[in-house]
């Protein structure tokens, strides 16, 4: 097999560079996409923070939600919410997890829990 020169060299990166913004851009599908699964030989997952009753309700402050909302989004209760925010109890389990998520990407998580508002019928 002959070395490539230069010149041919330059070439195939430019179109390959060329290729992998169309794809980028969604104007052309990318030849083969590889997926692999993530085991604990790929990742660390740290702990979850702890959350105190001001944390708790910055996270809800942040999502512009009532408590209501909020306990609706974490399926969990008002009633539960509101003692977190009181510092009376402190999240634990799945809640911290998902408050963390909350914390970071405020807007982009609930847009995952909206479901349209009927529209009025009309005549």
Known sequence: MRRRTSKELET??????????????GELKPARIVTRSLTAR??????????????????????RVSQT??????NVSPSLVRAW????????????????????RPEKTLRVFERPKRQPITK
């Open 12 to 25: 195939l990166l430019l179109a390959s560079a060329r290729e992998a913004v169309a794809i980028a851009r």
């Open 42 to 63: 790929d990742v660390d997952v740290s702990p979850p923070p702890s959350y105190n009753a001001k944390r708790v309700q910055d996270v809800r402050d942040q999502m």
């Open 69 to 74: 909302v909020f306990a609706s989004v974490l």
């Open 85 to 104: 925010e009181q510092g009376v109890r402190t999240p634990s389990g799945p809640a911290t997890r998902l408050l963390q998520v909350l914390e970071r």
